[in-house]
């Protein structure tokens, strides 16, 4: 899928957005995601690799690695039952409804997730980048439980701050870079005002119902199978006449080449194939 033709360049800051069209994708009886791949969108998804909308209810991925990125995954509060999360960092967590684990895979590491038997689980993985400087850094990880995120509460919308921040209440901070993810639920006629931080690239997805966006005072209006992408728009509002839910995700773009495949993604070739090939001799560690 590509993005479709809807830029706005002539707003004040030279602010620059576009509507990305997810791709629908299913793995047996058990999986199905929409999927948001950064080739899309030529670098305005940056730092963002890769975000799958999915709901799983049944385990569908063999354990498989990462590197060069740090792997997220964000539950969505009306999941059911638990995500067990197994890496080769030694974790083993039954991840709950409105949880959220990053694990900042860097020069590479063995991961596994699957909904529990009985289970429902609705929720986004997303890859994000790392900087060149911190690819072959150990991995390492951090677990944000559903009860410890701050939540926003206001006038037609209750936002959880899962990591970051917004209108000064500050969430977990994720390792190795400053990134912010929140979980924006607004009520029949409600709105929800965030000031990016300068210079940070901003991916919008409508999760449910009917949300507007207004960047700098232009209005996008993405359906659900859309994200928005936004580079320098300060003043940010989401609006919803009938009531819905989104996810915002800000991170400060890095601007750096990198070569992908699959779940690594590296600086140069030679990063690439180094890491393979250490997956291949077992170098990035174990589930057990």
């Known amino acids: 899928m590509t993005a479709q033709n809807r830029f706005q360049t002539n707003a004040p800051q030279a602010m620059i957005a576009a509507i990305q069209q997810g791709e629908k994708m299913t793995r047996g009886e058990g999986f199905e995601a929409l999927s948001f791949i950064h080739r899309q969108l030529d670098g305005l998804m940056d730092p963002l690799i890769m975000v799958d909308h999915f709901t799983m209810t049944r385990p569908t991925f063999a354990p498989h690695a990462h590197a060069g990125i740090s792997a997220v995954s964000v539950l969505f509060e009306d999941s059911t039952g638990s995500f067990r999360n197994k890496d080769s960092l030694g974790n083993d967590i039954a991840l709950a409804p409105g949880d959220l684990y990053w694990l900042k895979a860097a020069r590479g590491a063995v991961h596994d997730e699957a909904p529990t038997p009985g289970s429902r689980t609705h929720a986004l993985q997303i890859f994000v980048n790392l900087p060149a400087a911190q690819k072959l850094d150990a991995p390492e990880s951090v677990h944000v439980a559903a009860q410890t995120m701050p939540v926003i509460k206001g006038h037609g919308h209750r936002v959880r701050v899962m990591t970051g921040a917004s ?10 870079m400053p990134f912010t993810i929140l979980d924006v639920g607004l009520s029949q006629g409600g ?77 140069d070739t030679g990063q690439l194939e180094a890491v393979i090939a250490a997956h291949a001799a077992g170098e990035l560690g174990s589930i057990n």
């Open 167 to 176: 209108n000064g209440v500050v969430g977990a901070t994720p390792p190795g």
């Open 191 to 267: 709105s929800f005002p965030h000031r990016s931080v300068p210079g940070d690239a901003i991916w919008l997805h409508v999760i449910q119902g009917d949300v507007e966006v207004e960047l700098d005072g232009t209005r996008y209006h993405p359906n659900a199978d859309e994200a928005l992408a936004v580079h320098n728009a300060e003043n940010i509002r989401l609006l919803s006449g009938e009531g819905g839910r989104a996810v915002l995700l800000s991170g400060r773009p890095l601007r750096e080449p990198f070569v992908q495949k699959g779940p690594f993604a590296m600086s």
